[in-house]
């Protein structure tokens, strides 16, 4: 059985590291047992990089090993030792790689040799207690933990970077004409689907060098499954012109140039997203005398549906020089219409001043109410946030006072023992609410201070 080295597709689960937790510490030397917090930050996870690379031709790779992982974050130490960042990983893959999500739509479209995209991003790192110090705050007996990585599933598509496109039933000679206009050595054969993957050729033309493409296995009805031209269609998406080439030689019955011509339209028609593509017609084979004849005859009926038409012969290579020209003009013309390359511009959105960061939303329940905060910052401190550690749930606490999250839980009516949930649905931290936490703690002082420091 013969193993497939083109895989024009692929679902890749990536996973980004975690950051490491920072370190809760205390420096202690002799003469000096409590020097004062000194607890590291936890290093941040590494980040999936996605990168065009021009040596790179197939998704093989992702198909066959399709879960990738960066590395987590180091946690922070004693002595104000921060945590080592996560190995980033960078996966390679072809130029024209379209990235798209779960649910199908397009993340990136990574063209040209270098390109990036970081598809996973890595968790940042926890503070350890001596970033966490404060006049307020002077020993700190706990760190934040590191945020998760992103874990996301995306699927890779590739679409050829070609600019000029042949299209064809099988056996047109697609590959025949690659083969005699450039220097690519295709698989050739006298039978159907003998080409099983998109080829690709350079070709000269006077000054200009361009790329020309065949799609493979396109029949009538390949926009519906059959055959093998759906699954390539989409490398036709990016050229400049695409060529018709027509067998005017087959024996087969019901075939002249016309209708296959009609046929292949219908099926571009069917895929979408084509009409506005230029249009040539090679009529292929008329080394064969009957094949000139028809190649003749239908001419003008091919001409005046304003497509350029040339007899060619791939075999003696009759017409190829005209053909080849005529490609070039039409490259060159869109290359020159094409919008100038504008440098990637990052822009800066500050939140609006009355932008709280957060909702809070009353829920009804077979026991009465729940209220549940959604919001950025109150989910990335819950995932910050050691449970184990009454301190660092205390300092919880505090942070959502400060947001507003407890003002705004009194507005909508919560009272004392309700439940309130932080974070999204299907992920969420269930509290028991207690209003104004922040003032059980007088008996120990200020939430993170130690009274042994006082006076230092």
């Known amino acids: 059985m013969a193993i497939p080295t083109f895989v024009d597709r692929a679902v890749l689960h990536v996973s980004a590291g975690d950051g490491g937790a920072g370190c809760a510490s205390v420096k202690r030397e002799k003469f000096k047992p409590l020097g004062g917090p000194d607890g590291g930050n936890g290093g941040r996870g ?17 198909q066959r090993r399709p879960h990738r992982k960066a590395t987590n974050g180091r946690p922070g130490q004693g002595d104000n030792k921060h945590g080592a960042d996560g190995g980033d990983i960078v996966l390679a893959v072809p130029d024209g790689t379209v990235v798209l999500d779960d649910a199908g739509s397009e993340i990136v479209d990574l063209t040209g040799a270098g390109t990036r995209y970081v598809v996973g991003q890595g968790g940042r790192g926890g503070l350890g207690n ?15 933990l590191g945020e ?5 599933t995306i699927t890779l598509e590739l679409k050829a970077v070609a600019d000029v496109a042949l299209v064809g039933f099988p ?3 697609k590959s025949s004409l690659i083969a005699a206009m450039s220097a690519a050595r295709p698989k050739i054969a006298d039978y159907p689907f003998t080409t099983l993957v998109p080829n690709l050729g350079v070709v000269e033309a006077g000054d200009a060098r361009f790329t020309v493409a065949d799609v493979p296995g396109l029949i009538e009805g390949a926009s519906d499954g059959r055959g093998l031209g759906h699954e390539f269609l ?4 990016r050229c400049s012109v695409l060529v018709h080439v027509v067998d005017c030689a087959t ?21 979408g997203g084509l009409e506005g593509r230029p249009r040539m017609v090679a009529l292929n084979k008329t080394d064969v005398p009957e094949a000139a004849d028809l190649a003749q005859m239908v001419t003008a009926d091919l001409q005046s549906r304003g497509w350029p038409v040339f007899a060619v012969s791939a075999a003696t290579h009759a017409g190829l020089v005209p053909l080849g020209y005529a490609m070039s003009e039409v490259v060159l013309a869109a290359r020159a219409a094409a919008p100038a390359a504008v440098p990637t511009r990052i822009v800066l959105r500050p939140e609006a001043l009355d932008d709280a960061g957060f909702t809070v939303t009353r829920e009804t329940t077979p026991e009465g109410y729940r209220f549940h905060v959604r919001g950025p910052r109150p989910q990335r401190w819950v995932r910050q946030t050691d449970f184990s550690n009454d301190e660092a749930v205390g300092y919880l606490a505090d942070r959502l006072e400060r947001l507003g999250v407890e003002e705004e839980l009194v507005k909508q009516g919560a009272v004392a023992g309700d439940e309130v949930l932080i974070g999204p649905e299907d992920d969420a931290v269930v509290f028991d609410w207690e209003p104004m936490l922040g003032t059980g703690a007088e008996l120990l002082g200020p939430r993170g201070s130690d009274p042994r420091l006082e006076g230092r």
């Open 148 to 152: 998760p990585g992103t874990a996301r």
């Open 46 to 62: 590494g980040n999936v990089i996605l990168e065009v690379d021009p040596s790179v031709t197939t998704l093989l790779d992702y």
């Open 251 to 271: 024996m087969e019955p019901g075939r002249d140039p016309v209708s296959d011509i009609d046929v292949i339209e219908s099926e571009l028609a069917a895929y």
């Open 130 to 144: 001596a970033a966490l110090a404060s006049p307020r705050r002077k020993a700190p007996g706990f760190a934040l």
């Open 234 to 237: 989409r490398h036709v998406e």
């Open 171 to 173: 056996s047109a000679g």
